[in-house]
């Protein structure tokens, strides 16, 4: 599908200076994708619509509030926090990234009144009931993960930066990563299992410029054996939210 470009003209952007973007790695160009992520935009808060089609005739609707904040040594922690239905509301994932280790997830379920935390054995899993796992929450990749950049590509007329990872704890085999050129946006990410068979794809559909930052409004993900997929929306996002890192801890999970 043809990715569509929003608000303001990205011709303003430019390209990067062949010289810059030839000298970019692999590991610079997903950091700059991770911050314009949907799921990863540090400093601002976004309310989220997910829909989720089984593939089979059944739908189910999410509204979640996301966030993110940087904290000192180059920690970066992520909230999301559902709003709708009754059903799921107050379920809080907090996910905690620190340069050069595996990320650490903790999970409030108001049924249950505790937190726990949600080990790297299960990253596999998807996160309540959708078609995103809690390993592809983890904006931030693991400890050990090795990536790649590949001869630059051409995506529905945009020029993109391919980059392939192996990561070293994962439940994927490797994971390929489309980035455009012009926004630094993720535009297309396909997993593979070890074998290196797609398993699930993530395609942005929209993007949008923002209070200045361009980023992913509408995206889907799609698990391939099944058929189903989630369509990821941002249906409000406010750049500079007034974050405290007192929301952003084990005991703040627990506030309504």
């Known amino acids: 599908m043809r990715r569509a470009l929003g608000t303001g003209l990205i011709l303003l952007l ?5 010289a810059a973007a030839a000298g970019l790695s692999a590991t610079q160009i997903l950091d700059q994708a991770r911050k314009e992520s949907a799921l990863g935009l540090v400093g601002a808060r976004a309310t989220v619509t997910l829909l989720v089609d089984d593939g089979h005739g059944t739908r189910r609707e999410r509204k ?5 904040i940087a904290l000192p040594g180059g920690e970066v ?3 999301v926090r559902f709003d709708e239905p009754a059903s799921v509301r107050g379920v809080a994932l907090l996910i905690v990234e620190k340069p050069g280790e595996s990320a650490e997830r903790l999970l409030y379920l108001p049924a249950q009144r505790r937190v726990r935390r949600v080990s790297a054995s299960a990253g596999g899993s998807r996160f309540m009931q959708t078609d995103f796992s809690y390993a592809d929450l ?11 950049r590949l001869a630059d590509r051409t995506l529905d007329g945009n ?7 192996k990561p070293a704890h994962s439940p994927y085999g490797g994971i390929e990563t489309w980035v455009d050129q012009r926004t630094g946006v993720t535009l297309e990410v396909i997993f593979r299992d070890p074998s290196g068979k797609p398993v699930k794809e993530l395609d942005v559909e929209k993007v949008q410029q923002i209070g200045g930052r361009w980023t992913a409004v509408q995206s889907v993900m799609r698990t391939l054996a099944t058929g189903s997929k989630t369509t990821l929306e941002v249906e ?8 405290s890192p007192d929301d952003f801890t084990s005991a703040a999970l627990e506030r309504s």
């Not at 979640?64 to 993110?68: C, E, I, K």
């Not at 983890?138 to 790649?148: F, N």
């Open 14 to 18: 430019g390209m990067p200076p062949a």
């Open 64 to 68: 979640l509030t996301v966030s993110a």
């Open 77 to 79: 922690r992520r909230l």
């Open 138 to 148: 983890d904006l931030a990749g693991g400890a050990g993960d090795q990536s790649t």
């Open 159 to 165: 020029p993109c930066y391919v980059v392939a990872t």
């Open 236 to 243: 409000s996002l406010d750049t500079h939210a007034a974050l």
